[in-house]
């Protein structure tokens, strides 16, 4: 039988990637205050949050095995399970900039710390580099070497293309609803959130255990990809009808000027007057605007329109997943523990 990683598990395999990483710092002579620095950095932005990506990978690769992993097994999981949370380090501090985001899991950003600023950015590129080197030092033996290197370059192109189709539809300075469409929000969805999120994890089980044959990387991808699509769908629902004590946060995304899901459904239904009233007051840094569109989404029964959106989707996945064909190591398991984490969620 498969077993599900902890928390505490994974997280107990990173001081000794760490260490890793400082020791090749070290053989630089990197001067004292400049490894302490980044010694810092690694601390701060790569540990810390949830792991979900990360610890889908052990999950998966010991889905497909059918039983629980040895502990080199584990350790092979789990540092390819940390690379992703270094590529989503990369992206968070990257982000955040660009955003210019005010905390980050329930801290001030990195590049709002005294001292960081914009020395944030070439921190960003040095998470991004940790991942190759600690590729190249576990991983540069193993038969699917290029490309478990090839995929981390593929995957992170894929979400930095997601993220300029963001940036430039839906700045925060600037509001334009003609910006917004359904197909803009899709290709968002897919690129910045889907392929890093959902299909990294599993391919780079596929990988480690080289059953990653075209046939198993294109049925994962097939499934993998709507199940992003809708947990960011999900995302979006939940930042305006979800109750802030579920899911930890304020939702921000009618202030921000976010491309959601939301807005995209709204202005494909309102009236001339309720699109006026749209454009007065979406994107506006202002409570009781706002506010105004919250009203509006819940006199277009938006809430409805999602319930029946997710009911929808996942009896396709469901049956997506029931068509897979497990006869090359592919096993049906690892689609059904992704959709059994994410639907009905509240957080």
Request: hydrophobic fraction near 40%; include cysteine.
């Amino acid at each position: 039988m498969a077993q599900t990683t902890t928390l505490q598990e994974f997280e107990a395999v990173f001081p000794k990637l760490q260490e890793v990483l400082l020791e090749q710092a070290r053989s630089y002579n990197l001067p004292q205050q400049a490894y302490d620095w980044y010694k810092k950095s690694l601390e701060f932005n790569v540990v810390g949050g949830k792991c979900n990506r990360g610890m889908s990978v052990v999950d998966s690769v010991s889905i497909l095995l059918g039983r629980p992993l040895t502990d080199e097994e584990y350790f092979q999981a789990a540092t390819l399970g940390w690379l992703t949370e270094l590529l989503q380090a990369f992206f968070l501090v990257s982000d955040d900039i660009m955003d210019c985001s005010i905390t980050r899991r329930g801290k001030p950003c990195w590049y709002r710390h005294d001292g960081v600023g914009m020395i944030a950015i070439n921190d960003a590129f040095m998470l991004e580099s940790a991942i190759y080197t600690l590729l190249r030092k576990y991983f540069r033996t193993h038969p699917r070497y290029v490309d478990l290197m090839e995929l981390f370059h593929e995957v992170t192109y894929q979400t930095e293309i997601g993220q300029l189709c963001d940036l430039l539809t839906a700045p925060e300075d600037k509001v334009d609803l003609d910006n917004f469409s359904l197909d803009k929000y899709r290709f968002i969805v897919v690129y910045k959130t889907a392929y890093y999120s959902f299909y990294l994890p599993v391919a780079l089980a596929l990988y480690l255990l080289d059953l990653a044959t075209p046939e198993n990387l294109k049925q994962a991808e097939s499934i993998l990809i709507p199940l992003g699509e809708y947990f960011q769908v999900q995302d979006d629902y939940l930042d305006n009808f979800g109750k802030p004590e579920h899911i930890g946060k304020i939702g921000t995304d009618i202030m921000d000027n976010k491309c959601s899901w939301l807005i995209n459904q709204a202005l494909a239904i309102v009236t001339p007057e309720q699109r006026h009233l749209l454009e007065q007051n979406y994107g506006r840094k202002d409570p009781e605007r706002e506010a105004r569109v919250k009203k509006l989404y819940d006199e277009l029964s938006l809430e409805q329109r999602y319930l029946d959106y997710e009911e929808k989707v996942v009896a396709d996945i469901r049956a997506q997943i029931a068509q897979i064909d497990e006869s090359k190591g592919l096993k049906k398991g690892v689609f059904e523990a992704f959709l059994a984490k994410i639907y009905k969620r509240s957080k």
